[in-house]
Structures are given as structure tokens and as C-alpha cells.
């Protein structure tokens, strides 16, 4: 995949198009607690920037350590995964330091507390925003558009 990848991105570049990659790690190798891994979500960003992305987007991660090997780095580096602030930090750390936009999948449909939890975690954590497709068309055209302004709000810091 990733030769795939690498060739319809020049592709695009050859006609002046941004490429999007959705880095989704999954597989018989990862857990499903592991899709969403710290260590996971990280490198998934960093493949993601490797093989050409502007735009980058991963799952919201957890605090979880999937490789036992990763874990060992983590911890004796001390490298921060306690909220979902630092989590996002380190993931856009992985993407060549922010140089790329990364933007966080929604997940599943949940309370508006909780988005906007999601956004504040993000915007802090250095993050360039979030998808809420179901998050916010799941709901009344009312609400939505509310829902909707209020993230606005909190990605301009709010």
C-alpha cells in the first residue's frame, strides 16, 4: 500500500494537488485497543508525513502502549500521554512537528460535551481540527448549526 500510495501521491503533486492520507493502522498484528494507541496513532501520523501527506488524518488516540518495545521508550523518556491534550501534541510532533495539517477523526456518535471536550484537547494539544460528520448531522438542523459555532469558537480559542 505504501508504494500505492507514494505513486498517486506524485501523481497529484504532478497536477498541483494536496494529498489527504486517512492513516487507520488495523490488522491481525494490532488490537482493537491498539487502533487507537498512543504509540500507534503516532507512528500512523509519522508514516503518514514519510510518504508525502499535507493532510493527515488519525484517530483520537489513548493513553494505551500497544508494542511492548514502544512502551520501553516511552517510559524511560517520560514522553507525556496522560490527557488527550499531550497525546495530540506528540502526535503532531510525529508529523515532522507540526509541519504537516493533522486533522483528528470524530469517532463515534457522542454528546456535545464530549466534542467539544475532543476540540479544546486538540486545539491545545497543537492540533489543526477535527472531523464531526455524525457528531453533528446526526442532529437537528438547530443544533448542528449550534454545535457547529461553538466549535468555531473553541478552535479560535474560545
Avoid at 492520507?21 to 485497543?33: H, L
Wanted: glycine share 8%; net charge neutral.
Amino acid at each position: 500500500m505504501f508504494e500505492e500510495i507514494s505513486a498517486m501521491r506524485q501523481e497529484a503533486a504532478a497536477k498541483g494537488i494536496a494529498s489527504v492520507i486517512w492513516s487507520y493502522p488495523r490488522g491481525e498484528a494490532i488490537s482493537k485497543d491498539g487502533e487507537t494507541a498512543i504509540d500507534i496513532a503516532a507512528y500512523a501520523a509519522q508514516i503518514a508525513a514519510l510518504l508525502g501527506a499535507h493532510i493527515i488524518k488519525i484517530k483520537l488516540s489513548t493513553d494505551h502502549l500497544e508494542l511492548p518495545e514502544a512502551k520501553k521508550v516511552y517510559e524511560a523518556q517520560k514522553i507525556d500521554v496522560a490527557t488527550q491534550a499531550a497525546r495530540v501534541k506528540h502526535c503532531m510532533q510525529a508529523s515532522f512537528n507540526g509541519r504537516r495539517i493533522v486533522v483528528f477523526s470524530g469517532g463515534a456518535a457522542k454528546g456535545a460535551d464530549a466534542v467539544y471536550d475532543d476540540a479544546r484537547a486538540i486545539r491545545d494539544g497543537g492540533g489543526n481540527g477535527s472531523i464531526i460528520g455524525r457528531n453533528s448531522f446526526q442532529r437537528s438542523r438547530e443544533d448542528a448549526l449550534d454545535m457547529l459555532q461553538k466549535l468555531v469558537d473553541i478552535y479560535k480559542g474560545a
